[in-house]
């Protein structure tokens, strides 16, 4: 048992995010402040025992760097994309680490390190982190919603995080906006990925480029392939750039009427949006969304009260969730079901 | 207190149905039964104070059917249209009755009746129907979909009824599908309800005669003007009308990708249909639902799981949730707020 100066002992939780190239390891202490990192490649192709070795390592360096040790650890939390078991600790099939199939990942890490460790949907996570630590803190139901080179959800409802009945849920970027839509990534058509995440901004984009369209992104591209970051779109932008209003605009609109259905069905006190284009561009990106969002509920009374909300934590919205969900569990709070 | 055989006091509820023309009570005992039921006008037109009123004596009238005195029974469940505060009582604006805002519905009748009166939405009380004492029994978590005039929706999500922040979940009826699509009644476009209600496909059939196109339609109606009720919709259908055929497989394609949306976002264990439509086509009406909801799940795992089923309790399922809400409440089980 802890006594003296070892005072701070468990208040501290290690938050991994699992991807398909590479791991990160981050470690928080019980004042909410990252004190510890580290990172390694995934090396997926090396098979499942070896990339949970490295998560291993990882965790490792990262405690080694805040320099606590692992009676000063409650717990380790890794966020993994796809669908897990949140109880069991399994990681199903992760679209980014194939060969990966019902991996009990949460028992055989907690196995090398000693300490629990907790496992979760990426996206649950970064939107538990807002919902605890970010712009949802003090509501008790909160959507958030990432718009990445996919468009990610997660659901608070009730103050639980909602993984669903197949641990499936949040899945709001193959909700269908525009039925016989363009296709989507998944080979389905008309969903809100395919209308209004990076990469349908960027298929644009491309496309009108290659029609013609005047726009300034060739400019400041600097006659380098066509780099379409976040921030090379938000500077066109704002620069005004014909082309890419036009495109930025649809995608708002179609975020706006997701938005407006998802208001409709779980009526939640906010909406928190994440992700690149969302924080290259804040409230010019947001209004828009909350105006169109707005025309569309079909429930007019309070509906000022329905905040739409730019995240607060950024890259770091898994982490922090990592750490509530940690903490939690250790706290003897069981993880939702459903 | 009850003694010797006055021992099924407050095993009786009564369930009303507070609709825009007529008020139906029913009482149910404590074998879901329905023993007793009464009918009045409704009279909107002569106010708030006459409905509360009529809603008494009708409440009354079935009572007396079912020779139920008023300590048999646990209290009254009233479904009423448009959001409510369950927790207050509070009927705000419903569509069917002009001028009544902010009515404390529940407090005054249970001053004229003399026992505890909840209310709450009436779509919400048929999916809570369904949920106890219908298709979902045994589940946690299930969408209502009932597809009338409009397409009203319900969500038990963790077993507990979703009412939401502002008491306006639910309305799926009037989530976009369609970007740009059809007109609502509600004034947007593209909503569901505009794709796949009873109305838009009484809406598409009529265009469709008027475009000459070939059906059993105004044989079936015998040179009266077209009644496309339910049960009209129903014959054409099933005697293969190459015309209803088509209407109905697009209402059945827009409900399918509805619920595959619903399903992504929510991952719920099951689905139920309820309304005319459903009712008189059954399988032949869901059967195509299911597969295009399949087909657009983002998570294949355990698709299976998912079940997308017909309601079991046809109109009465409002008066049974109304019902089961009662024992709960009267069970000293709190209003779900979200």
């Known amino acids: 048992m802890p006594t003296g100066k070892r005072k701070e002992v468990a208040g501290h939780t290690i938050s991994i995010d699992l991807g398909g190239t590479k791991m990160l390891a981050a470690v928080v202490d019980g004042q909410d402040q990252i004190v510890g990192r580290a990172k390694m490649k995934t090396m997926a192709r090396q098979g499942v025992d070896e ?3 490295r998560l291993a390592e990882t965790a490792q360096q990262a405690a080694d760097k805040a320099r606590v040790k692992w009676d000063q650890v409650a717990g380790v939390g890794i966020g993994a994309p796809g669908p897990v078991d949140p109880e069991a600790g399994v990681v199903y099939n992760p679209p980014n680490l194939p060969g ?3 991996v009990s990942l949460g028992p055989r890490l907690a196995d090398l390190l000693g300490v629990p460790v907790y496992v979760e949907n990426d ?10 630590m970010g712009a949802g803190r003090g509501t008790r139901d909160m959507v958030g919603i990432f718009v990445g080179t ?3 959800g997660g659901l608070i409802l009730d103050g639980k995080l909602r993984t669903g009945f197949r641990h499936a849920a949040g899945e709001l970027g193959h909700m269908v906006v525009l039925a016989d839509g363009p296709v989507c990534g998944c080979g389905r058509r008309g969903c809100l990925e395919a209308l209004a995440s990076r990469t349908a901004v960027e298929r644009d984009i491309r496309l009108g480029l290659q029609a013609g369209r005047e726009s300034l992104i060739p400019e400041l591209s600097k006659g380098r392939s066509l780099r379409l970051t976040s921030s090379v779109i938000a500077k066109a932008f704002h620069k005004g750039d014909p082309l890419v209003a036009d495109v930025i605009r649809r995608a708002q609109w179609y975020l706006g009427l997701l938005t407006a259905s998802v208001v409709n069905l779980l009526d939640p006190e906010m909406v928190v949006f994440g992700g690149g284009v969302v924080e290259a561009l804040d409230d ?4 828009p969304i909350r105006v169109t969002a707005r025309q569309h509920y ?6 000022g009260r329905v905040r739409i909300v730019p995240g607060k934590l950024g890259d770091y919205a898994a982490v922090f969730g990592a750490a509530a969900l940690v903490r939690d569990r250790a706290a003897g709070i069981p993880p939702a079901r459903d």
């Open 51 to 53: 990339v949970i070795q």
């Open 100 to 102: 990966w199939k019902k």
């Open 123 to 132: 996206v649950n996570l970064g939107t538990l982190g807002e919902y605890r």
């Open 150 to 152: 996919g468009v990610g």
């Open 284 to 287: 010019a990106f947001l209004d």
């Open 298 to 303: 079909i429930q007019k009374m309070d509906a």
